[in-house]
Structures are given as structure tokens and as C-alpha cells.
């Protein structure tokens, strides 16, 4: 007889590209979850409560019961969780940990902060800063050209897929707020395209908001 596998992982998240992308992670892990909605629109980051687990109040945040280990920052969650399952991270110190470790630090450290800052002048106040505006749609512009030159001859932004493709996909998901054309940009898009067909990245994509995969007209 089967048992049901033990649900020791709370996941405490919301439906933007930093709380999906632990959700995706959860599901193509394969780890059973309990999921609490941590809604940033009505402040419930800052609530005490939630910054016992996130002192920072931005979501993500797990706790790990089977271990005790509490964590912000969707890096850390992902590189945990990864190494925890021994799934979709390279061996640690192997020349392809490190590979994907570089994608997912330039993710957290580059293409999160650039986009989100678009998403914050360009889509939600425009006309606010006409500098920031150009400024992160230059970056956009940048990042994305540096991602579709990685796809050119590279299935996924590492060598296998991995963590840093989980972590960068919520972010490309929303070329719609960035005023981007993924029609530009064709191995990205052809990227994008293939890791929107995976069950679990559709799984773990509603999980914080029900919502559709974000597909480019054409
Ligand atoms: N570096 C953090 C960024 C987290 C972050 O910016 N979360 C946003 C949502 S995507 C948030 O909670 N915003 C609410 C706020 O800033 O008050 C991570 O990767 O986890």
C-alpha cells in the first residue's frame, strides 16, 4: 500500500515572480506542501507574525518542520530545497553547481531588482520618473538580449534544467508589464515556451493566484 509522503514544508507566498517561483520549485520536486497566502497588496508582509519567519517582510519564506530550518530570500529557499531533494542542482562544487549557482545569483541579484523596478515606474506609475523609466527599460533591454544570446546554443541557461531556469521563468512571465516583445527575442522565447509546457511549472505557477501562463501573441 502507498503511505501519502509527510507534509513538513510550509511555504508562505504570493503571486508575483519571486513567491511562483517556490511554488514551481515545490512541484517539480515532487515535495508535498502546505501553502499560506501572504497577501502583499493588503500589507500582510509586515504583519509581526510573518516577519518572525522573514525579518526582511518580503515574501517568500519556508519552514522546514522535518529540520527546523526557517528561510527567507527565494534563493536561499531554492538552493535548500534543491540540495535538500538532491533534484536540479548540480553536485555541490561541481563545475555544473557552479553554473547554475551564476544564473540563479544573477536572477536574484540582477534580473529580479532590474525588472521589478520596471514593473514599479513603468507599468504601475507611469509618467512618475521619466529617467527610472528609461533606465530599467534599457536594463530590460539588456537583460533579455544577454538571456536570448545564452539560449542560442543552450537548451536551458545552465547546462541541464535547473534551478536557474525556475527562478528566471516567473520574472520573463511577465514581458507583458515590461513592455517587452518576446518576438525579439526568439531562443528566449522558444525557452520561455518550453518551460510554460511543463506540468509542474503549471502546477506551481497557480499556486499563490490562479492566473493564465502569460503566452506572446504569436
Ligand atoms: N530578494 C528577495 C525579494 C523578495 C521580494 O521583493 N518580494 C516582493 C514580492 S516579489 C515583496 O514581498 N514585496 C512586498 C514589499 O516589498 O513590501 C527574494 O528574492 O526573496
Do not use: C
Not at 47 to 69: C, M, R, V, Y
Not at 79 to 84: H, M, N, T
Not at 140 to 152: F, P
Amino acid at each position: 500500500m502507498n503511505h501519502p509522503k509527510p507534509t513538513y514544508l510550509d511555504l508562505y507566498t504570493w503571486g508575483t515572480p519571486n513567491g511562483r517561483k517556490i511554488s514551481i520549485l515545490l512541484e517539480e520536486l515532487d515535495l508535498p506542501y502546505r501553502y499560506h497566502s501572504i497577501d502583499i497588496t493588503k500589507g500582510e508582509q509586515s504583519l509581526p507574525s510573518f516577519k518572525k519567519l522573514n525579518p526582511n517582510g518580503k515574501i517568500p519564506a519556508l519552514e522546514d518542520h522535518e529540520t527546523g530550518q526557517t528561510l527567507m530570500e527565494s534563493g536561499a529557499i531554492m538552493l535548500y530545497l534543491a540540495s535538500k531533494t538532491g533534484n536540479l542542482l548540480g553536485e555541490a562544487g561541481s563545475v555544473a553547481y557552479w553554473a547554475q549557482v551564476q544564473w540563479l545569483m544573477l536572477q536574484v541579484g540582477g534580473i529580479g531588482p532590474m525588472l521589478g523596478q520596471l514593473h514599479h515606474f513603468a507599468k504601475f506609475n507611469p509618467g512618475k520618473s521619466e529617467y527610472a523609466e528609461t533606465r530599467y527599460k534599457s536594463e530590460a533591454n539588456r537583460l533579455y538580449e544577454l538571456l536570448n544570446d545564452r539560449l542560442k546554443d543552450h537548451e536551458y541557461l545552465a547546462e541541464t534544467y535547473s534551478v536557474a531556469d525556475i527562478s528566471t521563468w516567473p520574472w520573463i512571465a511577465r514581458f507583458d508589464y515590461q513592455g517587452m516583445d518576446l518576438n525579439d527575442y526568439p531562443a528566449l522565447k522558444k525557452w520561455y515556451l518550453s518551460i510554460a509546457s511543463r506540468p509542474a511549472v503549471q502546477r506551481g505557477d497557480v499556486v499563490p493566484t490562479e492566473a493564465e501562463i502569460p503566452l506572446p501573441a504569436r
